[in-house]
C-alpha cells in the first residue's frame, strides 16, 4: 500500500522547510504552523479579498522564483518560544524572536545577506526595501493561492525528474506538504474524487503547475536545472506539473510518516 514517505511545513514563505514525523491539518485545508510568515516588499499592497481568505501572492516578498539563494538558507521556527533561527549552512545569520526588536534584526541579517548574493540586483527595484517580516506566527495565511491547501507529490515522480539530470534533484526543490511513496511517477494526477491519508479523507482538487522556484538548488541556492523546460519537453507535459493539491472533506487531523494512502 502507498504510504507517506515524509512530511515538511514551511515556516516563513518562501524559506526552506521543516521536515516533521507528524503536521496537522486545520478543518481550513491549511498545514498548521506553516507559512506563517513572509518578507514583504516595502511596496507591497494587501491582495484583493477572496472569500475572505487570508493568501499573499509571491510577487508581494521574497520568493525563490526570483531569489533562488534563498534555497540554501537553513531556518527553524520554535513556535513555543517565538523565535527563529536561520543558517547559512553552517553558518548562523541570526537567531533572534519574534517580537519588534527581534524582527528588526531578522530583517536587517536577510537583507544584509541577499545583498552579498547574485539576487542582490532584485533589491535594488524601486519598492523592495526595506523588507519587512509579517505575520504572527499562529496564522497559516501566506499561501500563494486563496484557499491554501495541503500539496502533495509522489516521490517517484521526484526520482524520474532526477534520472534526467546531474544535478540534485529531491523533495526540497518542490515545497510539497506530503510526500507520497509506493505509487509510480506521476500517479498522483490520476488521483480523481477522495483520497484517504491516514484518518484524514481529501477531496482531490487539481494538478499542481511548476514556476521556476524548482530550479533551485537546495544547497547552493543556484539554478542549475532546467526542469521545467525537462518537464514539457522530456515528459511531453502541456505545462510543467508535479503534484495534487488537496483539501479536507470532513475536518482535519494529523497526518504521520507512515500513514497509509488509499484513493477512494
Not at 497559516?140 to 491547501?149: E, I, N
Not at 526540497?172 to 480523481?192: C, H, K, M, T, Y
Not at 491519508?197 to 541556492?221: H, W
Not at 511531453?236 to 470532513?250: D, F, I, Y
Request: with cysteine.
Amino acid at each position: 500500500m502507498p504510504t507517506v514517505d515524509a512530511l515538511f511545513r514551511y515556516p516563513v514563505k518562501g524559506f526552506t522547510p521543516e521536515a516533521c514525523e507528524q503536521i496537522v491539518v486545520q478543518d481550513d485545508g491549511r498545514v498548521e504552523g506553516d507559512r506563517v510568515f513572509a518578507f514583504r516588499f516595502s511596496d507591497a499592497v494587501e491582495p484583493e479579498d477572496e472569500e475572505g481568505l487570508a493568501y499573499w501572492p509571491k510577487k508581494r516578498g521574497l520568493a525563490l522564483m526570483d531569489m533562488p539563494s534563498l534555497a540554501r538558507l537553513r531556518l527553524t521556527y520554535d513556535s513555543d518560544r517565538g523565535h527563529l533561527t536561520i543558517r547559512d549552512t553552517d553558518e548562523l545569520l541570526v537567531d533572534a524572536g519574534t517580537d519588534e526588536a527581534g524582527r528588526q534584526q531578522i530583517e536587517d541579517a536577510v537583507t544584509a545577506w541577499l545583498r552579498e548574493t547574485p539576487d542582490a540586483r532584485h533589491l535594488e527595484r524601486p519598492g523592495r526595501l526595506p523588507l519587512r517580516l509579517i505575520g504572527d506566527g499562529v496564522a497559516s495565511q501566506f499561501q500563494d493561492r486563496p484557499r491554501g491547501y495541503v500539496s502533495v507529490h509522489a516521490a517517484a515522480s521526484v526520482a524520474a525528474l532526477g534520472r534526467t539530470t546531474d544535478a540534485v534533484v529531491d523533495d526540497r526543490r518542490f515545497r510539497s506538504n506530503v510526500v507520497v511513496a509506493g505509487i509510480p511517477p506521476w500517479g498522483d494526477l490520476e488521483w480523481q474524487g477522495r483520497v484517504r491519508i491516514g484518518d484524514i479523507v481529501f477531496a482531490v482538487q487539481r494538478p499542481i503547475v511548476r514556476c521556476a522556484a524548482i530550479m533551485a538548488n537546495p544547497d547552493t541556492g543556484l539554478q542549475d536545472a532546467p526542469l521545467l523546460r525537462i518537464l514539457t519537453r522530456e515528459f511531453e507535459q502541456s505545462a510543467p506539473t508535479l503534484g495534487v493539491l488537496l483539501l479536507p472533506e470532513s475536518g482535519g487531523g494529523t497526518l504521520r510518516v507512515g500513514d497509509p494512502v488509499e484513493v477512494e
